[in-house]
């Protein structure tokens, strides 16, 4: 019986040191940037230029730069981007990415169907630094054509 209640106590003492250890809540926020893609790889055997989508555990990864973005005009530099996909089925991959912002790190995950478009609306899931308990969606829109290395990042914060 004494056990039980020690076990209850250092549980509930866990719980209070847990919560009072909390970070604040991301302030909600809207942060417009431009990515421009400096890298684009294969990954797991899969090639490009195959003209086949990848098989399960083949896929990609890319990384770029981030400008401040008004929507017409590139600013200075904000940041960059890193991000895997990974095919999961014949048909899905899951994509997960970072945004390595000034304060911060601002997580992504998403599954994107091999039959459809990219997405565009990409979850936020977490963050470290000043983006800690993130949460949220960025919008994403491809500039310049098929062919274009840049996009439009929307990060909503809520």
Not at 59 to 77: P, V
Not at 112 to 128: M, R
Request: hydrophobic share 40%.
């Amino acid at each position: 019986m004494r056990m039980k209640s020690v076990v209850v106590l250092c549980a509930a003492v866990a719980l209070t040191v847990g919560l009072g250890t909390s970070s604040a809540a991301v302030k909600p926020q809207t942060i417009r940037v431009l990515e421009v893609d400096t890298s684009f790889v294969p990954t797991g055997g899969w090639s490009e230029t195959s003209h086949v989508p990848p098989a399960v555990g083949q896929g990609f990864s890319f990384g770029g730069l981030l400008y401040k973005w008004a929507g017409t005009k590139r600013g200075t530099a904000f940041g960059r981007i890193a991000a895997m996909c990974t095919a999961v089925t014949k048909t899905q991959m899951l994509c997960n990415g970072a945004l390595f912002l000034p304060g911060g790190v601002i997580e992504l995950l998403t599954p994107v169907s091999l039959d459809n478009e990219a997405p565009v609306n990409i979850p936020v899931v977490g963050g470290s630094g000043a983006y800690v308990g993130a949460h949220g969606y960025m919008r994403t829109t491809d500039i310049g054509g098929q062919n274009s290395n840049k996009s439009s990042l929307v990060i909503h914060l809520l």
